[in-house]
C-alpha cells in the first residue's frame, strides 16, 4: 500500500494537476512525474511541453500511456509520485480496445502495491450532462467507477474547481 493514496478530482482545466504538483513539491520526496498522455496531434505536443516546462527541474519523468501498474510496483520506496493522469491512462485503454475491466483491476492492483507515496489526478465526469453517444457513456461510466474506487482506497480527496481545492476525505491540503 502507498505510504499515502491521494486523489485529485477536478473538470478540464481545472487547475487539478498544477494542485498535485503542488502536492508533491511540498512532500520534500524525489518526485516522479508519470505521465499517461500520448500526443497524437500538434495540439497535444504543445500541451505536454508547456505541461513539462510548467512543471520546471527535479522530476524525474516516466512516460506510460498503457502498463502503469507495472511502472508504479518498479518505483522504489521513498518518492512521491504523481500520476497525471488516470482518465488519459482510462481513454488509452477504451481507444485501445482493452479489457477495461481488467485493467482497471490491475490499476488498482498496482495503487496497492506501490511502497512510495502516490497522488493520483483524474477527471470528474459526473458533473456533465448525459453523453450522447456509446462510446462517451462507456467511458463516463468507467472512468466513475474508476474514481469511485480510487476513492475508497485513498486516505486523501480532493475536488478542484477553478484552481480552489475542497477537501473530500481526510487531512485538509
Same mark, same amino acid.
Given at each position: 500500500?502507498?505510504?499515502?493514496? =491521494?486523489?485529485?478530482l477536478?473538470?478540464?482545466?481545472?487547475?487539478?494537476?498544477?494542485?498535485a504538483?503542488?502536492?508533491?513539491? !511540498?512532500?520534500?520526496?524525489?518526485?516522479?512525474?508519470l505521465?499517461?498522455?500520448?500526443?497524437?496531434?500538434?495540439?497535444?505536443?504543445?500541451?505536454?511541453? +508547456?505541461?513539462?516546462k510548467?512543471?520546471?527541474?527535479?522530476?524525474?519523468?516516466?512516460?506510460?500511456?498503457?502498463?502503469?501498474a507495472?511502472?508504479? +510496483?518498479?518505483?522504489?520506496?521513498?518518492?512521491?509520485?504523481?500520476?497525471?493522469?488516470?482518465?488519459?491512462?482510462?481513454?488509452?485503454?477504451?481507444l485501445?480496445?482493452?479489457?477495461?475491466?481488467?485493467? =482497471?483491476?490491475?490499476?488498482?492492483?498496482?495503487?496497492?502495491?506501490?511502497?512510495?507515496?502516490?497522488?493520483?489526478?483524474?477527471?470528474?465526469?459526473?458533473?456533465?450532462?448525459?453523453?450522447?453517444?456509446?462510446?462517451?457513456r +462507456?467511458?463516463?461510466?468507467? !472512468?466513475?467507477?474508476?474514481? !469511485?474506487?480510487i476513492?475508497? +482506497?485513498?486516505?486523501?480527496?480532493?475536488?478542484?474547481?477553478?484552481?480552489?481545492?475542497? =477537501?473530500?476525505?481526510?487531512?485538509?491540503?
Open positions: 500500500m502507498p505510504a499515502q493514496l =491521494t486523489l485529485v477536478g473538470g478540464i482545466a481545472s487547475g487539478k494537476s498544477a494542485f504538483e503542488g502536492l508533491v513539491r !511540498q512532500s520534500g520526496k524525489p518526485m516522479i512525474y505521465a499517461t498522455a500520448q500526443a497524437f496531434d500538434d495540439e497535444m505536443t504543445q500541451k505536454i511541453a +508547456r505541461h513539462r510548467a512543471r520546471g527541474p527535479g522530476w524525474h519523468t516516466i512516460e506510460e500511456p498503457l502498463a502503469v507495472q511502472r508504479l +510496483r518498479d518505483i522504489a520506496a521513498g518518492h512521491c509520485v504523481l500520476l497525471d493522469c488516470a482518465t488519459l491512462w482510462l481513454s488509452n485503454h477504451l485501445s480496445d482493452s479489457d477495461l475491466e481488467a485493467e =482497471t483491476h490491475a490499476l488498482l492492483a498496482g495503487l496497492a502495491d506501490c511502497t512510495s507515496d502516490l497522488v493520483v489526478v483524474s477527471n470528474e465526469v459526473g458533473l456533465a450532462g448525459v453523453p450522447d453517444n456509446a462510446l462517451a +462507456r467511458f463516463a461510466n468507467a !472512468q466513475g467507477r474508476l474514481n !469511485q474506487s476513492a475508497a +482506497r485513498a486516505a486523501r480527496v480532493i475536488l478542484v474547481t477553478a484552481g480552489l481545492p475542497v =477537501t473530500l476525505k481526510g487531512p485538509v491540503a
